[in-house]
């Protein structure tokens, strides 16, 4: 295309179109406002370095802490969950420990039992041929 | 460079071009206040009066396209669909009385999305489809394909829907 609207000059049909889409002047209220809100966000930029930020929902303007202070929070809630997985993997440890003594105790306990039957049976059969 | 001067000369190109891509004020005027909280924390680094207006152009129609894609106005119809669907059930006598240039506008603001800020950079902006290219960050031939798509349905559009008008030419 288009060299035709590069180079060739309009038609009747683009030239209504540009007038149709001539700029529209804004209201002296809307102006204000636009000044306004600048205003704000500059002053509260200034004052607590915090930035701002549309939500995706649409109204109006969030202002977000310092990034260092986000940073710092992220940081703690990193070291929050750094202890929590810690004491998680601490007390995994402490049962299986707990299981593998009771895995032993057990094992030593039907090795004794295995031996007092082994003696009980052998005092039987001394006793018989007496 | 002062800041209220800017929005004073700026004011109207950028709440234009945020209200043609997204065809609603409420809209174009949220778009347009954000655009000027961004040039405010940007005018250091804002050269000279055509790097603004270079600046808030870009900035403005990508904003307005992002408004678009967050979905947060009514539906669009597909490109397939829009020749038939819109404009159908407007009353013809209020077609024949109003204004052709407001049908028009109305036109270019509900035709597809990737279109319509091209459409509107080169009608409202008069600018060459290569300007456009580096506005919107898209391949010149991207640029030319998106106008000659839109202007195509946009002329097809008039010749159905406003026979008045086409009549009287």
Redesign the interface.
Same mark, same amino acid.
């Given at each position: 295309m288009s060299d035709e609207l590069e180079q060739e000059p309009m038609d009747e049909f683009e030239r209504d179109l540009a007038r149709a889409l001539r700029r529209v002047e804004v209201r002296s209220e809307t102006t204000a406002k636009f000044l306004a809100i600048a205003a704000e966000a500059r002053a509260e930029h200034q004052r607590t370095g915090k930035m701002w930020v549309r939500p995706a929902s649409g109204g109006r303007l969030l202002f977000l802490p310092k990034p260092q202070i986000l940073l710092g929070g992220t940081i703690a809630a990193v070291l929050v969950l750094g202890l929590f997985a810690g004491e998680k993997v601490q007390e995994r440890r402490k049962a299986e420990i707990v299981a593998r003594q009771f895995e032993v105790a057990m094992r030593i306990t039907g090795r004794t039992l295995d031996g007092v039957e082994e003696r009980v049976s052998r005092a039987g059969t001394r006793q018989e041929k007496e | 460079m002062e @800041? %209220?001067g800017l /929005? &004073?000369e700026h004011?109207?190109?950028v @709440?234009?071009i945020a209200?043609?891509v997204l065809g609603d004020s409420g809209a174009a005027? &949220?778009v $347009?206040? =954000?655009v @000027? /909280?961004e040039?405010? !924390?940007s005018l250091e680094r804002l050269e000279s009066p055509e790097h603004v207006k270079f600046w808030l152009r870009r900035v403005v129609s990508h904003r307005s396209v992002d408004y678009l894609r967050?979905g %947060?106005l009514r539906p669009e119809f597909a490109a397939e669909e829009w020749t038939e669907e819109h404009g159908r059930g407007w009353d013809e006598s209020v077609v024949r009385n109003e204004a /052709? !240039?407001?049908r028009? &506008?109305q036109m /270019?603001s509900s035709l597809p999305r990737g279109l319509r800020a091209a459409v509107?950079l080169?009608?409202?902006e =008069?600018l060459?489809? =290569?300007e456009i290219a580096k506005i919107l960050e898209q391949p010149l031939a991207t640029v030319?394909?998106n106008?000659?798509r839109g202007?195509e349905m946009?002329?097809q559009k $008039?010749g159905t829907v406003l026979k008045e008008y086409v009549r009287e %030419?």
């Amino acid at each position: 295309m288009s060299d035709e609207l590069e180079q060739e000059p309009m038609d009747e049909f683009e030239r209504d179109l540009a007038r149709a889409l001539r700029r529209v002047e804004v209201r002296s209220e809307t102006t204000a406002k636009f000044l306004a809100i600048a205003a704000e966000a500059r002053a509260e930029h200034q004052r607590t370095g915090k930035m701002w930020v549309r939500p995706a929902s649409g109204g109006r303007l969030l202002f977000l802490p310092k990034p260092q202070i986000l940073l710092g929070g992220t940081i703690a809630a990193v070291l929050v969950l750094g202890l929590f997985a810690g004491e998680k993997v601490q007390e995994r440890r402490k049962a299986e420990i707990v299981a593998r003594q009771f895995e032993v105790a057990m094992r030593i306990t039907g090795r004794t039992l295995d031996g007092v039957e082994e003696r009980v049976s052998r005092a039987g059969t001394r006793q018989e041929k007496e | 460079m002062e @800041f %209220r001067g800017l /929005v &004073e000369e700026h004011q109207s190109m950028v @709440f234009s071009i945020a209200l043609r891509v997204l065809g609603d004020s409420g809209a174009a005027e &949220e778009v $347009a206040q =954000d655009v @000027f /909280v961004e040039m405010h !924390g940007s005018l250091e680094r804002l050269e000279s009066p055509e790097h603004v207006k270079f600046w808030l152009r870009r900035v403005v129609s990508h904003r307005s396209v992002d408004y678009l894609r967050r979905g %947060r106005l009514r539906p669009e119809f597909a490109a397939e669909e829009w020749t038939e669907e819109h404009g159908r059930g407007w009353d013809e006598s209020v077609v024949r009385n109003e204004a /052709v !240039g407001m049908r028009l &506008e109305q036109m /270019v603001s509900s035709l597809p999305r990737g279109l319509r800020a091209a459409v509107v950079l080169r009608y409202q902006e =008069d600018l060459t489809p =290569d300007e456009i290219a580096k506005i919107l960050e898209q391949p010149l031939a991207t640029v030319k394909s998106n106008l000659q798509r839109g202007l195509e349905m946009l002329r097809q559009k $008039a010749g159905t829907v406003l026979k008045e008008y086409v009549r009287e %030419r």
